[in-house]
């Protein structure tokens, strides 16, 4: 689920402000979280998006820069969400998700982007999203105000082939 269908479901309107794509080197933190040899550490390969919905949200995503050639801001901004450029124009497709959230204070730079004070609570969002094949596909880190946020986590029993459905 994008954030923006997050945003839609709590009944706010996404949008997006501020939006940039560049390609260059990965961190070791992104080229471990990708398994791309195009994205080693220091290497050339990789293209980064950074999104700010205006005072909500910013996020920054990378990808293997092969995976998405000629990805652009224009591109994106035209579909409104990266996870639907993903598919209609590059056709990949998503399979699962790991997200990982933890709090801590803002920045003075969050603070600022964010139209927060400095040291205000925000959430921390990472994502790494696989394709069927498990290969990584985007790894993505969000801060997140946290007053206008809510992650809602359902948890079900896990299915036993034996024992038939638990809990339905």
Do not use: N
């Not at 400095?118 to 880190?141: H, Q, W």
């Not at 948890?155 to 638990?166: E, H, K, N």
């Amino acid at each position: 689920m994008s954030f923006s269908d997050v945003l839609r479901a709590q009944g706010l309107q996404p949008g997006i402000g501020d939006l940039r794509v560049t390609v260059g080197p990965c961190s070791r933190e992104v080229s471990a979280a990708l398994q791309s040899p195009s994205c080693r550490a220091g290497g050339p390969r990789g293209t980064r998006t950074h999104r700010k919905r205006p005072a909500r949200q910013f996020q920054f995503s990378y990808l293997p820069a092969e995976d998405v050639p000629g990805l652009s801001a224009e591109l994106l901004q035209a579909s409104g969400s990266l996870y639907l450029l993903l598919k209609t124009r590059y056709e990949i497709h998503i399979a699962k998700a790991q997200d990982e959230m933890w709090a801590r204070r803002a920045s003075r730079r969050e603070a600022r982007l964010l139209g927060i004070g400095p040291g205000d609570p925000v959430l921390i969002l990472r994502r790494v999203c696989v394709l069927s094949g498990s290969r990584p596909i985007e790894y993505a880190l969000s801060v997140i105000r946290s007053d206008i946020y809510r992650y809602v986590v359902r948890l079900t029993p896990p299915r036993l082939a034996s024992q038939g459905v638990i809990g339905s």
